[in-house]
Nanobody, 126 residues
Framework: QVQLVESGGGLVQAGGSLRLSCAAS????????MGWFRQAPGKEREVVAA????????YYADSVKGRFTISRDNAKNTVYLQMNSPKPEDTAVYYC???????????????????WGQGTQVTVSS
């Protein structure tokens, strides 16, 4: 059974930095694409960043490009989201997700992901 557990959320000042982690278990982590999504109150879940199974391809939402970085450590079965210079509008619950399709590239729509973590709250103060 695939399990994803996010950590690292919390309160951060605008302009600071925060790193989210997502630990995966239940299958061979290195064979599957991963993604980070977020959902703010009253809004739909949206992609933040995604990474292919190999780590060779990444995708970023325009709103975070140049500020956030997604990476993966296959030895630790973990995907990270480094958040630099966060803004108050980045406040949301952040989720990591993974796909059923093996050896796939990144995907940027929630419907393309099959397994989700429980989420971690990120609050950016101005």
């Amino acid at each position: 059974q695939v399990q994803l557990v996010e950590s690292g959320g919390g309160l951060v000042q605008a302009g600071g930095s925060l790193r989210l982690s997502c630990a995966a278990s239940g299958r061979t982590f290195s064979n599957y694409a991963m993604g980070w999504f977020r959902q703010a109150p009253g809004k739909e879940r949206e992609v933040v960043a995604a990474i292919s199974w190999s780590g060779g391809s990444t995708y970023y939402a325009d709103s975070v490009k140049g500020r956030f970085t997604i990476s993966r450590d296959n030895a630790k079965n973990t995907v990270y989201l480094q958040m630099n210079s966060p803004k108050p509008e980045d406040t949301a619950v952040y989720y990591c997700a993974t796909r059923k399709v093996i050896y796939s590239g990144y995907a940027n729509r929630p419907a393309q992901y099959d397994y989700w973590g429980q989420g971690t709250q990120v609050t950016v103060s101005s």
